[in-house]
């Protein structure tokens, strides 16, 4: 059983940065894609970024470019979410989510493309 255990959310000022990290139990890392989402109260999940280790291939969301770095350590099975500039429109619980899979598809971007999920961390960016 994968479990996913986020970590490295908190309360911050606009402009401020945070780095988040999720550590996987998963024996393959290789074969595994890593995801960040993130769901503010009444809205939907919505997707922030990927990596795959397989292909090193990472895509993000419209609204982080330039903002936001995802990376990964594959020695700790460890991704993590480097946040700068945040702004109060980014304040949310964040979730890491994974899947097995060989390959990597950017199109990957709804919550349904992920099989396991972390319990969440809050990041709250205050104006």
């Known amino acids: 059983q994968v479990q996913l255990v986020e970590s490295g959310g908190g309360l911050v000022q606009a402009g401020d940065s945070l780095r988040l990290s999720c550590a996987a139990s998963?024996?393959?890392?290789?074969?595994?894609?890593l995801g960040w989402f993130r769901q503010a109260p009444g809205r939907e999940r919505e997707f922030v970024a990927a990596i795959s280790w397989s292909g090193g291939q990472i895509a993000y969301a419209d609204s982080v470019k330039g903002r936001f770095t995802i990376s990964g350590d594959s020695a700790k099975n460890t991704v993590y979410l480097q946040m700068n500039n945040l702004k109060p429109e980014d304040t949310a619980v964040y979730y890491c989510?994974?899947?097995?899979?060989?390959?990597?598809?950017?199109?990957?971007?709804?919550?349904?493309?992920?099989?396991?999920w972390g319990q969440g961390t809050q990041v709250t960016v205050s104006s």
């Open positions: 989510a994974g899947r097995f899979s060989r390959y990597f598809s950017t199109t990957w971007t709804i919550p349904a493309d992920y099989e396991h």
């Open positions: 998963v024996r393959t890392f290789s074969t595994y894609v």
